[in-house]
């Protein structure tokens, strides 16, 4: 099993529409987690960190579901600018002097004008 | 700004040869990491290094060694480069009071023959 696992996709979806990510991760001992987002041939860059009682960013919403080890993006209002792969990211519970993280492999999201 | 910079954005090398990636940044971050990017796989550490001189193995590093002889530069060797280490490589750090943002740079498309 994966230690981070995400829908693939691609998720094709008309501008404006209102589309939703979700991740699972395996290490319940996991403390942190984030959304990272890449662009075509490009790095990834982070998105947003995603907090226990839910976040919100303009557009962007992550939640965070620790009983059933469960993350989620919600974009509302897509743009064709929000084309790109979206990576579910979880700290690895090593401790230590630096800070570990576990990918998923990412969710392609298309947005179609 | 934060700025990761690596020395080739390609590169083609024969079986057997060793080959040198470098990563060079400039915001004075202790951590730093090699990660190799394969489709299906998504993004797997390979090493990082959270001071000069010292280095960790992450989760793939057979076939990989790393040096980091100054704060800002961190690089990856293939002492002899195989077919099954054609991938994107990414290098990333981290600041050690950083909420765990990784900044990467650019990455390199290596291509072994």
């Known amino acids: 099993r994966k230690e981070v696992e995400q829908d693939p996709g691609p998720f094709n979806v008309p501008e404006g529409a209102t589309v939703a990510f979700n991740c699972t991760y395996s290490?319940?001992?996991?403390?942190?987690f984030f959304w990272y987002r890449q662009d075509c041939r490009k790095e990834p860059k982070l998105l947003m960190s995603?907090?226990?009682s839910g976040n919100e960013d303009g557009r962007f919403t992550a939640q965070l579901n620790r009983a059933s080890q469960y993350i989620s993006l919600l974009i509302r209002d897509s743009k064709l600018s929000d084309s790109a792969t979206y990576l579910c990211?979880?700290?690895?519970?090593?401790?230590?002097?630096?800070?570990?993280?576990?990918f998923g492999t990412g969710t392609l999201l298309a947005v179609q004008p | 700004d934060v700025k990761v910079t690596q020395s080739s954005r390609y590169l083609v090398k024969r079986t057997g040869e060793k080959v040198f990636l470098e990563c060079v940044q400039d915001?004075?971050?202790?951590?730093m990491f090699w990660y190799r990017q394969d489709p299906g796989l998504g993004l797997r550490l390979i090493y990082f290094?959270?001071?000069?001189?010292?280095?960790e193995k992450g989760d793939i590093p057979e076939g990989y060694s790393v040096s980091r002889e100054k704060k800002e530069r961190f690089s990856l060797i293939l002492e002899s480069a195989s077919t099954n280490q054609t991938s994107m490589y990414l290098c990333?750090?981290?600041?050690?009071?950083?909420?765990?943002?990784?900044?990467f740079g650019p990455g390199t498309r290596l291509t072994v023959t």
């Open positions: 990211v979880v700290t690895a519970p090593e401790g230590g002097a630096t800070n570990k993280l576990i």
């Open positions: 290490n319940s001992a996991s403390q942190s």
């Open positions: 995603v907090y226990s």
């Open positions: 915001m004075d971050h202790e951590n």
């Open positions: 290094s959270y001071d000069v001189k010292m280095k």
């Open positions: 990333a750090t981290e600041g050690r009071e950083a909420s765990y943002e990784q900044y």
